[in-house]
């Protein structure tokens, strides 16, 4: 046998050709959750929380992105004009927003 047939045989084989990927895209729906609807208090609250919020803030924000919600902490830049607020490069819609506080 030559060495090319023999590192054949030691191969990676996929019986099902796009399971992998079926499965994963199951799995990402699977945990994919709904935005929740905010209450108006919940909305008084971050609307008075940005209003009070200067840029370069330390803040932590729960907030909505791709099917979960994340939670990150980190300097704002606000852009009430565009409706959003950036956080270490990431923009987060002000829609997106869950919870919002300042940090000392």
């Known amino acids: 046998m030559s060495m090319n ?16 990927e079926a499965l994963k895209l199951k ?6 959750i709904e935005k929740s609807d905010l209450s108006e ?12 919020l200067k840029n370069n803030d330390l803040v932590e924000v ?19 004009v565009n409706n959003y607020i950036s956080i270490d490069k990431n923009k987060i819609l002000l829609n997106d927003i869950k919870t919002i506080k300042k940090l000392l």
């Open 27 to 32: 799995e990402y729906e699977h945990e994919r």
């Open 62 to 80: 729960n907030y909505y992105s791709n099917g979960s919600y994340i939670i990150t902490k980190g300097n704002i830049k606000l852009n009430i």
């Open 5 to 20: 047939d023999r590192a054949r045989q030691f191969l990676p084989f996929e019986a099902l050709k796009g399971l992998k």
């Open 41 to 52: 208090d919940e909305i008084i609250n971050i609307s008075n929380t940005l209003s009070e």
